[in-house]
C-alpha cells in the first residue's frame, strides 16, 4: 500500500514558518514528506532535516524528496532526539520545526499495523516497529487499573472504569490478540444506548496508542529543547488532533512566552524569569471550509505557532 497522508493546514504552516531560502528546517514527523515538499520548493542555499521514526514513511519520505538532492537529510528516528541527531550533523541551530502529530491515512488503513478500529488485524500500533511494546501486550498485561487509567486520561472515555473490566475478564478465557476481538469487549462493555455517539472503540482505541508510543510524555519532554533549537525568528509550528495534545502545546507556549513566577500584586518582576518568545497564534488556526471537504479527518486539527527570540 502507498503510504499517503493528507497534509492537514498546509498552506497555514508553510505560511507560518516564514520560510527564508537560505534556513535550516526541521519536519520532526516526516510522514509521506507533504509538508516537507513544500519546504524544500522554499529553498536555495537553505537545508532540510526530515525525522521519522516509522520505517514506511522513511522510504516514502525519501523517494518524494529526492529531487531536492543533498539539500535533504532524512533521519530515522524519534523526534525526541531532535537536538542529537542534527548535533551529529554539525547543526545546533535551525530557522524552523514543523510536528504534525496526526496518524497517517496509511498507518491508520493498513490492516497489520492494527491502528484502526476499522479494519481487523493485530494489535499492534506501533509507530516504530523496532519498540517491543505493542498494543496486545498492554491489553493482555496491564492490571485493570493500569487500563481504566490509561483509558479514562488518555481516551476520556466515561465508561474507562467497565471497558477495564470488561478486558481483564475477557483475557482469562484466551489472550486478545486483534482489534475486531477488543471492539467486541468494548462494544460490550458500554450500554447499547449509549452506543450513538461515533465508534465506541474510538477513544480505547486512541489511549492504547498514547500508552504504546508513550505520545504526551514524549511531546512533552521535547518541546522545551525544540524552542532550543531555534534561531532569534525562528518558528515553532505544532498541529494536534486532540485536547491532551493541544494542552500541553498550549500551557508550554504560554509559559515560554511569559514565565514570570511573581505575584500579580508585586510592581515588578523579580522572579528573574525572560520570556524566551512570542506565541503567534493566540487561538489556534483551524482547517478552512474547502479541507474539511476534501479531508474529514482533519476537522479536529489546531496549529499553534510559536516564534524564537
Known amino acids: 500500500m502507498e503510504f ?24 520532526g514527523t516526516l510522514g509521506g514528506g507533504g509538508h516537507a515538499f513544500e519546504v524544500c520548493k522554499r529553498l536555495e542555499n537553505g537545508r532540510f532535516f526530515g525525522i521519522d521514526q516509522d520505517e514506511d514513511a522513511i522510504k516514502a519520505a525519501s523517494r518524494r524528496l529526492s529531487e ?6 532524512v533521519i530515522r528516528s524519534n523526534y525526541c532526539n531532535m537536538k542529537a541527531v542534527l548535533e551529529e550533523r554539525g547543526i ?19 490492516e497489520e499495523r492494527g491502528f ?16 517491543n511494546l505493542t498494543a496486545k501486550e498492554i491489553v493482555n498485561e496491564y492490571s485493570e487499573m493500569e487500563l481504566f487509567r490509561i483509558i479514562r486520561d488518555y481516551g476520556e472515555d466515561k465508561f474507562a472504569k467497565n471497558i477495564a473490566k470488561h478486558i481483564v475478564a475477557a483475557r482469562q478465557k484466551k489472550p486478545i490478540e486483534t482489534t475486531f476481538e477488543l471492539n467486541d469487549v468494548i462494544k460490550a462493555a458500554i450500554p447499547a444506548k449509549m452506543r450513538t455517539n461515533g465508534h465506541p472503540s474510538k477513544q480505547t482505541f486512541q489511549a492504547l496508542r498514547i500508552e504504546c508510543n508513550r505520545e504526551l510524555e514524549v511531546l512533552r519532554d521535547s518541546l522545551d529543547s525544540f524552542i532550543d ?46 520570556s524566551e518568545g512570542t506565541v503567534i497564534t493566540k487561538k489556534p488556526i483551524l482547517p478552512c471550509e474547502n479541507e474539511l471537504l476534501e479531508n474529514s479527518r482533519s476537522k479536529s486539527a489546531k496549529l499553534r505557532v510559536f516564534e524564537k527570540k
Open 229 to 274: 533549537l531555534l534561531n532569534p525568528g525562528g518558528r515553532l509550528c505544532i498541529i494536534t488532533f486532540h485536547s491532551l495534545e493541544d494542552r500541553i502545546v498550549k500551557s508550554k507556549f504560554k509559559t515560554k512566552e511569559n514565565p514570570c513566577t511573581c505575584p500579580p500584586e508585586f510592581p515588578v518582576c523579580v522572579c528573574g524569569k525572560k
Open 116 to 131: 484502526s478500529y476499522r479494519f481487523d488485524g493485530p494489535l499492534d500500533m506501533r509507530m516504530d516497529r523496532r519498540q
Open 92 to 110: 545546533t541551530k535551525v530557522d524552523g520545526i514543523v510536528l504534525d502529530l496526526g496518524v497517517s491515512s496509511y498507518q491508520f488503513d493498513t
Open 4 to 27: 499517503n497522508h493528507y497534509s492537514v493546514l498546509l498552506n497555514e504552516t508553510i505560511e507560518n514558518l516564514n520560510i527564508k531560502p537560505d534556513g535550516i528546517y526541521v519536519d
Open 68 to 73: 531536492f538532492g543533498d539539500k535533504v537529510t
